[in-house]
């Protein structure tokens, strides 16, 4: 819920009530609030040249904005097909009203909570967090005391900070049912539920196994990839050293050292000491340009001109 350019809202939590209060900024304008029979809301925006009210706004924008599309313990995530599951550690409560895609009866524990000392909760990212309806907050306590009051309570299925923003302090329990959850690509709340130690083990397991997975895939696309390199680099030196090989001249060559044209044009040139002498003049005065900071610079004679890279 985001202010717009007519109106802004505050939020309001005590004791007593919880509650979003609207604000009309622009007192030019006329809007209302309607709910609909279905459930969704509006926000309505009066057109004077029209004469009529126009839609201005609808939190509801896909199927998982609908309230408990995926009933009770059951998650909505717009990106899959379907849209529901149910929670890790639950299934379906009727599997085959489920795989018809009737997700009212929502999903139960796999195994029941028998307010066992072992029992623990899963952390959840990114979720909406479940209606309220059924809750319990405190402003002031830590996570750690939040978590410790649902352990103690055999009733409390979850947990979180009830000041989500900021400093995230606070607690906020749910007891029964956790009812209209949906997933989020980012931006999301945390959740911590209960289960049972055997399934947070299985969770854990899961995780280790797909990490592990990772691993094995992972490592030999580095190794593949670090092979390539190594090959790259010494095709290039080995290259690098053939090319600087053939710009030497050289007796070996079997071509006059002082006579020879370089067909390559390579980046940085070699001569032996009896071309550079015949090319300056034996570094005649006359030939001389100037001098900097690596040492004097000579213009070459006409002769350096019969072979492209000179």
Known sequence: MRPAWFYNFTFVLNQREIYYQYNLVDTSVFTRLVLQPNGRLERLLWIDTKQEWNVFTTPQIDSCDQYAACGPFGICNINNSPICLCLKGFEPRSPNQWKNTDWSQGCRHTIPLDCNPGEGFNKYSNLKLPDTLGSWYNQTMTLVECENMCKRNCSCTAYTNSNISGTRSGCLLWFG???????????GDILYIRLLASELDSIKNSRSSSAGRRIRVIVPIAF????????????????????????????????????????????????????????TNDFSINNKLGEGGFG???????????CPSM
């Not at 049912?177 to 931006?187: H, K, M, P």
């Not at 004097?296 to 019969?306: A, N």
């Open 177 to 187: 049912d956790l009812i209209d959850v949906r997933t989020f690509a980012e931006n």
């Open 224 to 279: 593949a990839v670090l092979i390539l390199l190594v090959s790259i680099c010494l095709f290039y030196r080995f290259y690098r050293k053939k090319q600087h090989q053939q710009g030497i001249p050289g007796n070996e060559s079997g071509h006059d050292p002082e006579n020879r044209c370089h067909d390559e044009d390579l980046e940085l040139p070699l001569f032996v000491l009896s071309t550079i002498l015949k090319a």
């Open 296 to 306: 004097p610079v000579y213009k070459v004679l006409y002769y350096m001109t019969h």
